[in-house]
C-alpha cells in the first residue's frame, strides 16, 4: 500500500478524534472561536519542536521560504480557520457524524467552483454524482429548517455552516499543497513539517489576537481547558502532518477521496462515544453523500 493512502487514512482517524474533543470543549467551557484556537495554539509548540528535531537529526538546510510560499501558506492558514470555526459552531446545530458529513461536500464544491473559475468539464456521471450529493444534503438538513420547502431545508444556518466549512477545507488543500511544493527539498517530512510550522504559528498569532479583541476571556478559558485542549493540539498536529505529507505525494483530490473514510469514523464516534441517536433519515443522507463522493472521485 502506498505511503499517501496510509498518511490520508491516518490524517482521518486523527482529525475524527481533534472534533470529537472539541465538540466536548465547544459545547462545554469554550465558544467556537475558543475550541478553534485551542486546537492551533496548542498544536504550534508541538510542531515547531518536531520541525526543528527533524531538520537537526536530518542534517538538513532550513529551505527558502519564497513569497509564493509565504502568499499560499497564510491563505491556506486563513481558510482553515474559518472552516474550523464553522465546523465547531456546526455541532451546536446537528450532531456529531451529520456535521462532519456536511463538511465533507468539499469534495463536490471543488468540482463546481472548478466548472466555474476554470471551465472544467464535467462528464454526465460526474454530474450525477453531484446531483446525488445535493439530495443527501436536502435530506441531512431537513431537521434543521424544519417542515417547509425545500429551498428552506437547503438554506438554514446547520447546512450554511457546513457547505462553507466544506469550501474553507478545499481552498486550504489546495493552497497547503501548493504551499509545500514551493519548497526546495526531496525531503517530504521536511516540507510538511517546515509548511505546518509556519502556518501554525501564524493561525495561533491571528486567531489570539482576534479572540483579544472580539472575546475578551476566551484566551483564559482556553488556558483553563489545557488538561482537555492539550489533546486537541497534539491530535491535531498528527493530522495535519499526516494531510500535509500526503500532499506532498500525491494530488490533494486523491488525498481527500481516501480520506473520505472520516464520515465511517464519524459515525462509529457518534454512537459509541456519544451515545448520539441517528435516525433512518440521516443515516441515508450520510450515505448518500458518501456515495456521491466516491463516485464524483471515481468518474473525474
Not at 474559518?82 to 450532531?95: E, I
Not at 439530495?135 to 438554506?155: C, D, K, M, T, Y
Amino acid at each position: 500500500m502506498e505511503a499517501w493512502i496510509i498518511l490520508s487514512v491516518a490524517a482521518a482517524a486523527f482529525q475524527t478524534l481533534r472534533f470529537m474533543l472539541q465538540k466536548h470543549l465547544s459545547t462545554s467551557a469554550l465558544s467556537a472561536g475558543g475550541a478553534t484556537f485551542a486546537r492551533f495554539a496548542y498544536s504550534a509548540p508541538f510542531v515547531v519542536t518536531l520541525c526543528l528535531v527533524h531538520i537537526h537529526f536530518s542534517g538538513a538546510v532550513v529551505p527558502r521560504l519564497t513569497p509564493l510560499f509565504w502568499g499560499l501558506a497564510l491563505s491556506g492558514g486563513l481558510a482553515q480557520i474559518l472552516a474550523t470555526w464553522c465546523v465547531v459552531a456546526l455541532f451546536a446545530q446537528r450532531n456529531f457524524a451529520v456535521g462532519i458529513t456536511f463538511k465533507k461536500t468539499e469534495v463536490i464544491q471543488t468540482a463546481l467552483a472548478g466548472l466555474i473559475v476554470l471551465g472544467d468539464s464535467v462528464s454526465l456521471h460526474g454530474l450525477g454524482a453531484i446531483l446525488l450529493g445535493l439530495v443527501g444534503v436536502l435530506i441531512l438538513s431537513e431537521n434543521a429548517a424544519g417542515p417547509g420547502l425545500w429551498v428552506r431545508r437547503l438554506i438554514n444556518r446547520a447546512a450554511a455552516l457546513g457547505l462553507a466549512s466544506g469550501a474553507f477545507f478545499a481552498v486550504s488543500a489546495v493552497a497547503y499543497r501548493g504551499a509545500t511544493l514551493q519548497i526546495g527539498s526531496d525531503d517530504p517530512l521536511l516540507r510538511a513539517g517546515v509548511a505546518l510550522a509556519v502556518v501554525t504559528v501564524a493561525q495561533t498569532l491571528g486567531l489570539g489576537a482576534w479572540l483579544a479583541w472580539r472575546e475578551t476571556g476566551q484566551l483564559g478559558r482556553v488556558l483553563a481547558a489545557r488538561r482537555t485542549a492539550v489533546w486537541i493540539g497534539i491530535t491535531g498536529m498528527c493530522g495535519s502532518l499526516c494531510w500535509f505529507t500526503a500532499f506532498t505525494l500525491q494530488n490533494a483530490a486523491y488525498v481527500f477521496a481516501v480520506g473520505q473514510v472520516e464520515v465511517v469514523f464519524s459515525v462509529m464516534a457518534s454512537v459509541l462515544i456519544f451515545r448520539e441517536r441517528m435516525t433512518w433519515r440521516e443515516f441515508g443522507g450520510i450515505g448518500l453523500v458518501s456515495l456521491s463522493i466516491l463516485v464524483l472521485v471515481a468518474v473525474a
